[in-house]
């Protein structure tokens, strides 16, 4: 299952990150649940309700309801949840006073926080004129915090993710999708993985070393003039501070 932040479930879970008032937010999470149609929204939904509930017990309860989806989804976005999902567990164990289920949870959450074993493939979006064979590196500057030089380079297993970073890249050539492969070890985006959502379900990763281009793709869902405009404003309006 395929993170689409088009989703309609998506759409109210981040309706409800957005209220202030708690009651209000948790209305809206448990119509996600009520309306989720497939075990991702319904996983998803009950993340959150989750994240809604005073009483400790209830939250447990929705934190292994969201549990048993993800496992049961098995798949890599959902997966790199684990930990977040396990961690809070054992807190809630452990406001509940009970030690010795909220170790074990505590160790399942470092078992479980290892790298990513995503396979791909994998894409980075541009506006470079690239070819097969070339290396693209770390050290450009970054396309959403003016002045700031990366000290990673950054790919996604979503092609759609490629295209929007593509369409908010810098430079005026035609936006390109390209097939990568790392060459060194990777890890999961920390600007995305454990943000608004759990774990990294926009499968966004970044490496020290190199990716090689080893295709193109030339098809696939582009960003309206609309929706462009809409994320550049959004990152103007981001406050938060890039993890380099």
């Not at 209000?24 to 319904?42: C, I, P, R, S, Y």
């Not at 976005?77 to 909220?102: G, I, R, T, W």
């Not at 693209?136 to 500057?141: D, E, I, K, Q, V």
């Not at 929706?227 to 404003?233: F, G, L």
Request: net charge negative.
């Amino acid at each position: 299952m395929e993170f689409n932040p088009n989703n309609p479930i998506v759409k109210l879970c981040l309706r409800g990150m957005a209220q202030a008032e708690p009651g209000e937010a948790g209305k809206l999470f448990l119509q996600a649940w009520t309306e989720a149609t497939n075990d991702f929204e319904k996983f998803l939904a009950a993340y959150f309700v989750a994240q809604s509930q005073e009483n400790v017990s209830d939250k447990l309860k929705w934190l292994e309801t969201a549990l048993e989806l993800a496992l049961k989804i098995n798949d890599d976005s959902v997966q790199s949840a684990l930990p977040a999902l396990y961690s809070n567990m054992a807190k809630c164990y452990m406001d509940s006073n009970e030690p010795e289920h909220a170790k074990k949870n505590d160790d399942l959450a470092k078992i479980v926080s290892k790298k990513p074993t995503d396979k791909g493939p994998f894409y980075h979006g541009t506006k470079a004129d690239l070819q097969v064979g070339d290396l693209l590196t770390a050290g450009g500057n970054s396309n959403y915090q003016s002045g700031l030089k990366m000290n990673h380079i950054y790919f996604t297993a979503l092609v759609n993710g490629a295209g929007l970073a593509a369409s908010l890249a810098q430079g005026n050539g035609r936006e390109r999708i390209y097939i990568v492969e790392p060459t060194g070890d990777f890890e999961n985006d920390p600007n995305v993985t454990d943000k608004k959502f759990p774990g990294n379900l926009t499968r966004s990763y970044r490496s020290e070393s190199p990716l090689k281009i080893t295709g193109e793709i030339t098809d696939w869902l582009k960003q309206t003039s609309e929706d462009i405009h809409k994320w550049k404003d959004k990152l103007a309006n981001n406050k938060g501070e890039i993890i380099n």
